[in-house]
């Protein structure tokens, strides 16, 4: 099946800025869409960006455009996604998801199979 693991999450200060990366594990998943998304607390999980296996398309959500990046290498079964100029309403916890559909990089939850555990993000203002 596979499995995910982010990393790199922290505690920054406005402005700041971090880089999360998501490792696949027992197999490849150099063909798949990779997401991610955040959930903050009393709130849905909501799409942050997401990259096709070529790495030729992306998608953010409008409020990160411009300030987190997605990308990935799929020789290192890993995705990544840069968070600069972070923002106190960043904060959540950032999961990273995998979908065997590679047609474009969708921005519902249920288009991804795979999920990762989360990773914390805090950002003091």
């Known amino acids: 099946q596979g499995q995910l693991v982010e990393s790199g999450g922290g505690l920054v200060q406005a402005g700041g800025s971090l880089r999360l990366s998501c490792a696949a594990s027992g197999r490849t998943f150099s063909g798949y869409t990779m997401g991610w998304f955040r959930q903050a607390p009393g709130k849905e999980r909501e799409f942050v960006a997401a990259?096709?296996?070529?790495?030729?398309?992306?998608r953010y959500e409008d409020s990160v455009k411009g300030r987190f990046t997605i990308s990935r290498d799929n020789g290192k079964n890993t995705a990544y996604l840069q968070l600069n100029s972070l923002k106190a309403e960043d904060t959540a916890v950032y999961y990273c998801?995998?979908?065997?559909?590679?047609?474009?990089?969708?921005?519902?939850?249920?288009?991804?199979?795979?999920w990762g555990q989360g990773t914390q993000v805090t950002v003091s203002s």
């Open positions: 990259i096709i296996s070529t790495g030729s398309s992306t």
């Open positions: 998801a995998a979908s065997p559909r590679n047609y474009y990089p969708s921005s519902s939850p249920t288009y991804y199979t795979s």
